[in-house]
């Protein structure tokens, strides 16, 4: 079991995760925020710099407001509640934490339990 994060409010089920660059094998562990709304993983902006990333491809994106435009595409391996998920292709957010998206999310099995502010992955 995990415990929510405080850093979000109301608190919000987010852990630390483990994000390599898939070709010189840097890594850097960061906090990551669950995001069932989210189609995909995205990373922080700076991220890419601190890992030296690599653009990978483009991704279309289209925002709640339904402009859509082209954004860059990165790889990495992610690790998370000691689950691996490699060359992963994920663009950026200026969020200074990853949002984990169904693109990951949809491979396990989350428990929430909002009253004691606790999750499980499996």
């Not at 409010?9 to 070709?23: D, F, G, T």
């Not at 010189?24 to 960061?30: I, K």
Request: charged share 15%; aromatic share 10%; hydrophobic share 45%.
């Amino acid at each position: 079991m995990f415990p929510y994060h405080n850093t979000f409010l109301p608190p919000a089920p987010a852990l630390e995760v483990e994000v390599r660059n898939p070709h010189t094998g840097t890594a850097q562990l960061l906090l990551a925020k669950l995001d069932t709304g989210a189609d995909g993983t995205l990373i922080p902006e700076d991220l890419v710099q601190t890992l030296g990333l690599r653009s990978h491809d483009r991704f279309l994106a289209v925002a709640f407001d339904t402009q859509a435009k082209f954004i860059p595409s990165y790889l990495i391996d992610l690790t998370l509640a000691g689950w691996v998920f490699t060359q992963l292709e994920v663009p950026t957010t200026p969020l200074p934490y990853i949002l984990i998206g169904r693109d990951i999310l949809n491979q396990l099995v989350i428990t929430l339990d909002g009253p004691q502010l606790t999750f499980d992955i499996k």
